[in-house]
């Protein structure tokens, strides 16, 4: 999940847990580059400032967070991967949506 503060949006939820470092989970170079540069997006466009990016861009930007997630599932198959459902809830990545849409 997009986050302020990290680089590397991947949090342990876990009690007790918290940010990710990368050196710690064996990432592909290009899924870490992926994921910050996912990341970097969302904090330049902050959601308690107006919109400055179109609907396009924003959907967009959540596609590409899918796409990433999915590559973090299949680097880290032992891991559930979470990410926020179309309530904002913390979802089983495989249960968020249709899998026809991971490309």
């Given at each position: 999940?997009?986050?302020?503060?990290?680089?590397?949006?991947?949090?342990?939820?876990?009690?007790?847990?918290?940010p990710l470092?990368?050196?710690?989970?064996?990432?592909?170079a290009e899924l870490v580059t992926g994921l910050m540069e996912w990341n970097a997006v969302w904090v330049d466009h902050r959601p308690e400032e107006p919109r400055t990016w179109s609907s396009a861009q924003e959907y967009e930007w959540h596609q590409t967070g899918y796409r990433l997630a999915w590559q973090l599932q299949?680097?880290?198959p032992e891991v559930e991967v979470l990410v926020r459902g179309e309530r904002g809830q913390e979802v089983a990545l495989a249960d968020a949506f249709d899998r026809r849409n991971r490309a």
């Open positions: 999940m997009a986050e302020y503060g990290v680089e590397l949006p991947l949090w342990d939820r876990t009690p007790g847990g918290g470092d990368q050196d710690d989970l064996g990432l592909s299949s680097e880290l």
